[in-house]
């Protein structure tokens, strides 16, 4: 297969996690939506590797892995809490820092 076609892929794929970003208000969703967003830009970044041949793209894509999964868990932790004390995922109720 074509490495462009990865690369539309990509780019399919951030516009939809950047619109799900922009639209939606629910938390967990968002949260969604940026993983959508990093997993096109890994796989952006493994494409550009495979072009041009070399190892550089695999190993960046692979510590965005690692930065990923330690958003996850601290932003799990922060959607949870805010949860418990606001009983909504709504980031509108989540903008007053106020508990």
């Known amino acids: 297969m074509n ?3 990865y690369l539309y892929l ?3 794929l951030f516009t939809i996690g950047a619109a799900g970003v922009l639209i939606r208000r629910n938390a967990i969703i968002l949260f969604m ?3 959508l967003m990093l997993n096109a ?3 952006s970044l493994v494409a550009f590797s495979r072009m041009h041949g070399n190892l550089d793209g695999q190993i960046l894509a692979f510590f965005t892995m690692v930065v990923a ?3 996850v868990v601290v932003g799990l932790a922060i959607i949870v ?3 418990r004390v606001r009983h909504s995922a709504s980031v509108d109720d989540a903008s007053l820092m106020k508990l």
């Open 41 to 43: 830009c890994n796989l």
């Open 10 to 12: 990509a780019a399919l």
């Open 81 to 83: 809490s805010l949860f």
């Open 3 to 5: 490495p462009v076609n």
């Open 33 to 35: 939506c940026v993983e």
């Open 69 to 71: 999964a330690a958003e």
